[in-house]
């Protein structure tokens, strides 16, 4: 074991934790209204829009992160027409590529999070909303998205955990993430254990941050 | 389309073996996974606190680090690691391990990590009842877990076990790092010579929703047949 790489690599990696974390909250920040917008679809009356909303989730389930990046980064670009449009400002950078797939994708885990939360609200809940007067839109806004989010903090929390280990494949389209910034540290100095084990115990670390986090919060907004 | 034909001008038959091989990858990686399950999960389960400290480490540390990490360390560390151990017992040429084994062995243990809280919750899950009447009929510790407690187990870890084995399915794309061609590194290799990615990655994404369908139908019908009388 090399000690003094081992230390001297420990400031380099905790600078990649950085992009780490700012691609972790940025995707989870759109990812969150993409959840929210297709388990609303879902959960719709209309047939053909909440299957919609299932194929949509369906496919980014169903599929690998690795590939939705690479259609997103490489696939994408190879369309013609594509690259005179301004979303081409966006779709140029691996950065935004990467947080757009990373957003669609637990977008599709967070919509059914949602789903199955809205779906257990006991319905006594609502129709106390209702007898009260309350509105249709305050009854959504104010009783049912609330409930929903407390019943659906613990699955969230896998999530949020989840995605964070899903933003290391940013290495794969050229991103210097934690992951990235090891593999170029071992490529320069040919110590895969020390360097992938420093990588991995930050990645732990913020494992344990964001679970006891969602702890905390589950405690805090718990109905008892 | 013609690049997705079958023969020497397209690459149909390239992506076949390559979805076989993922097949086999994944596979490979559950079977060694529930190998490691087997041993983690009476470790869980054990009332000496060192053991469940033990076992707790490995699924906390699997589940904590990403599975791209994983495969790096064991791709790049693996052939030193065992040429390293190769030198106590006096060899000293190069070991080069092949990309199939360190994947699937990578998989493996995070799938394991997966499957051993699957095993603990459905063992914790069944009444006690079971075990103590077992105990009373003077059943044998190995039939009773054979013939009453896995029978019951089963059916409570089969949906969960599917999740595991799409987990897997998926993180096998990551070992197309290491260069072993499966769907992921055949699509990369055909959209790198035809400089057509979107066609080549859209392709993996619809093998890999087909593998998911299909193993979903598969897993299904076992779920009827293990709750049978349920």
């Given at each position: 074991?090399?000690?003094?790489?081992?230390?001297?690599?420990?400031?380099k990696l905790?600078g990649a934790a950085i992009v780490t974390l700012k691609l972790l909250s940025l995707s989870l920040f759109f990812g969150?209204?993409?959840?929210?917008?297709?388990?609303?679809?879902?959960?719709?009356?209309?047939?053909?829009?909440?299957?919609?909303?299932?194929?949509?989730?369906?496919?980014f389930?169903?599929t690998p992160l690795l590939v939705q990046i690479f259609i997103i980064y490489y696939g994408l670009g190879q369309i013609?027409?594509f690259r005179t449009t301004f979303l081409w400002v966006i779709f140029k950078e691996p950065y935004w590529c990467a947080i757009i797939a990373f957003a669609l994708n637990t977008g599709?885990?967070?919509?059914?999070?949602?789903?199955?939360?809205?779906?257990?609200?006991?319905?006594?809940?609502?129709?106390?909303?209702?007898?009260?007067?309350?509105?249709?839109?305050?009854?959504?806004?104010?009783?049912?998205?609330?409930?929903?989010?407390?019943?659906?903090?613990?699955?969230?929390?896998?999530?949020?955990?989840?995605m964070m280990k899903g933003t290391s494949l940013a290495s794969t389209v050229t991103l210097m993430d934690i992951t990235g910034v090891a593999k170029h540290i071992?490529s320069?100095?040919?110590?895969?254990?020390?360097?992938?084990?420093?990588a991995?115990?930050?990645?732990?670390?913020?494992?344990?941050?964001?679970?006891?986090?969602?702890?905390?919060?589950?405690?805090?907004?718990?109905?008892? | 389309?013609?690049?997705?034909?079958?023969?020497?001008?397209?690459?149909?038959?390239?992506?076949?073996?390559?979805?076989?091989?993922?097949?086999?990858?994944?596979?490979?990686?559950?079977?060694?996974?529930?190998?490691?399950?087997?041993?983690?999960?009476?470790?869980?389960?054990?009332?000496?606190?060192?053991?469940?400290?033990?076992?707790?480490?490995?699924?906390?540390?699997?589940?904590?680090?990403p599975e791209l990490l994983?495969?790096y360390?064991?791709?790049?560390?693996?052939?030193?690691?065992?040429?390293?151990?190769?030198?106590?017992?006096?060899?000293?040429?190069?070991?080069?391990?092949?990309?199939?084994?360190?994947?699937?062995?990578?998989?493996?243990?995070?799938?394991?990590?997966?499957?051993?809280?699957?095993?603990?919750?459905?063992?914790?899950?069944?009444?006690?009842?079971?075990?103590?009447?077992?105990?009373?009929?003077?059943?044998?510790?190995?039939?009773?877990?054979?013939?009453?407690?896995?029978?019951?187990?089963?059916?409570?870890?089969?949906?969960?076990?599917?999740?595991?084995?799409?987990?897997?399915?998926?993180?096998?794309s990551l070992?197309s790092v290491?260069?072993?061609?499966?769907?992921m590194r055949?699509s990369y290799?055909?959209a790198g010579?035809?400089r057509d990615p979107l066609?080549f990655y859209s392709?993996a994404a619809?093998?890999?929703?087909?593998?998911?369908?299909?193993?979903?139908?598969?897993?299904?019908?076992?779920?009827?047949?293990?709750?049978?009388?349920?």
């Open positions: 074991m090399d000690f003094t790489l081992m230390a001297s690599s420990l400031p905790l969150i209204f993409i959840g929210l917008l297709f388990a609303i679809l879902r959960l719709s009356k209309n047939s053909l829009v909440s299957k919609f909303a299932y194929g949509y989730s369906y496919i389930r169903g013609e027409y599709a885990y967070t919509s059914e999070i949602l789903r199955s939360a809205f779906q257990t609200i006991k319905p006594g809940i609502i129709e106390a909303g209702k007898s009260l007067g309350i509105s249709n839109k305050i009854i959504f806004y104010k009783i049912q998205i609330p409930v929903a989010i407390r019943q659906s903090l613990p699955a969230y929390g896998n999530e949020i955990i989840l071992v320069t100095t040919y110590k895969p254990l020390e360097v992938f084990l420093m991995g115990g930050i990645y732990l670390f913020m494992t344990f941050i964001i679970h006891n986090l969602i702890k905390y919060l589950e405690k805090k907004y718990s109905f008892q | 389309m013609e690049l997705l034909s079958f023969g020497k001008t397209g690459w149909g038959d390239e992506l076949f073996y390559a979805t076989l091989m993922t097949i086999a990858v994944s596979i490979t990686a559950m079977l060694i996974g529930f190998f490691f399950a087997l041993i983690f999960t009476p470790l869980k389960l054990s009332n000496n606190k060192f053991l469940n400290f033990i076992a707790n480490s490995y699924t906390t540390v699997i589940r904590g680090v994983v495969i360390l064991f791709f790049f560390g693996g052939s030193g690691a065992i040429m390293y151990v190769a030198s106590i017992f006096g060899y000293f040429e190069y070991i080069e391990i092949n990309a199939f084994i360190t994947g699937s062995v990578a998989i493996g243990i995070i799938s394991g990590a997966y499957s051993t809280e699957v095993f603990r919750g459905a063992i914790q899950s069944i009444d006690k009842g079971q075990f103590e009447a077992a105990k009373v009929l003077g059943i044998k510790k190995h039939i009773q877990f054979f013939k009453i407690i896995m029978p019951q187990m089963l059916r409570l870890a089969i949906p969960n076990l599917s999740n595991v084995w799409q987990i897997t399915l998926k993180d096998t070992i290491t260069g072993l061609v499966e769907i055949q290799i055909a010579s035809t066609l392709f619809v093998l890999y929703l087909m593998l998911t369908f299909l193993s979903m139908k598969i897993i299904n019908r076992l779920e009827v047949k293990y709750s049978r009388g349920f």
